[in-house]
T-cell receptor, first 114, second 115 residues
Framework: KQEVTQIPAALSVPEGENLVLNCSFT??????LQWFRQDPGKGLTSLLL?????REQTSGRLNASLDKSSGRSTLYIAASQPGDSATYLC?????????????FGTGTRLKVLA | NAGVTQTPKFRVLKTGQSMTLLCAQD?????MYWYRQDPGMGLRLIHY???????AKGEVPDGYNVSRLKKQNFLLGLESAAPSQTSVYFC??????????????FGPGTRLTVT
């Protein structure tokens, strides 16, 4: 059974610091991996999606990498800002019971201190 | 283009009451999903639909029913609410497999409390 883990559960960093968020999954048979941002009381906003054949994706100050063989993905945030404070979730797309589904991690709650 | 919208935003129910949550999307997406989010457990799939008139069970379907009578709408029903259904409910949608990268788009959520 696929499990997705995000460690740490919470992280506080000073403004301007570069940081890495981790996502690990137990079964390497994934079709893609998606990183989301969730602000308190809000829905999920897609940040980056990496197909299983890709190694990384970049958007602005964000860079996501994928290593299927080791079951890991990282989200790198450069020059962090207080506006980056949110919970970051990763999800993997897998095949199961005749259809595809998404398995989510529990998230890393990030606080960037001004 | 409003994306994915959910109605209502908040609701408090008494045990045994029923209600329907509405999800609407204006992106002409084929696939729609209902998730629940509970502390420390991540999002879990309740039901999903691969197109108008179709529905299927997800990971935690018990106590819920769904309908997809129109492509743009996906309804989640609770026939007899229980305290264990206190949660935040999210709807999501995505394009058909032949069109794009399977990226999901989420609504803002409905916070439901069952007393």
């Amino acid at each position: 059974k696929q499990e997705v883990t995000q460690i740490p559960a919470a992280l506080s960093v000073p403004e301007g610091e570069n940081l890495v968020l981790n996502c690990s999954f137990t079964d390497s048979a994934i079709y893609n991996l998606q990183w989301f941002r969730q602000d308190p009381g809000k829905g999920l906003t897609s940040l980056l999606l990496i197909q299983s054949s890709q190694r990384e994706q970049t958007s602005g100050r964000l860079n996501a990498s994928l290593d299927k063989s080791s079951g890991r993905s990282t989200l790198y945030i450069a020059a962090s800002q207080p506006g980056d404070s949110a919970t970051y979730l990763c999800a993997v797309r897998v095949r199961g019971s005749g259809t595809y589904k998404y398995i989510f991690g529990t998230g890393t709650r990030l606080k960037v201190l001004a | 283009n409003a994306g994915v919208t959910q109605t209502p935003k908040f609701r408090v129910l008494k045990t045994g009451q029923s209600m329907t949550l509405l999800c609407a999307q204006d992106m002409n997406h084929e696939y729609m999903y209902w998730y629940r989010q509970d502390p420390g457990m991540g999002l879990r799939l309740i039901h999903y639909s691969v197109g108008e008139g179709t529905t299927a069970k997800g990971e935690v379907p018990d106590g819920y029913n769904v309908s997809r009578l129109k492509k743009q709408n996906f309804l989640l029903g609770l026939e007899s609410a229980a305290p264990s259904q206190t949660s935040v409910y999210f709807c999501a949608s995505r394009k058909d497999f032949g069109q794009a990268t399977y990226e999901q788009y989420f609504g803002p959520g409905t916070r439901l409390t069952v007393t």
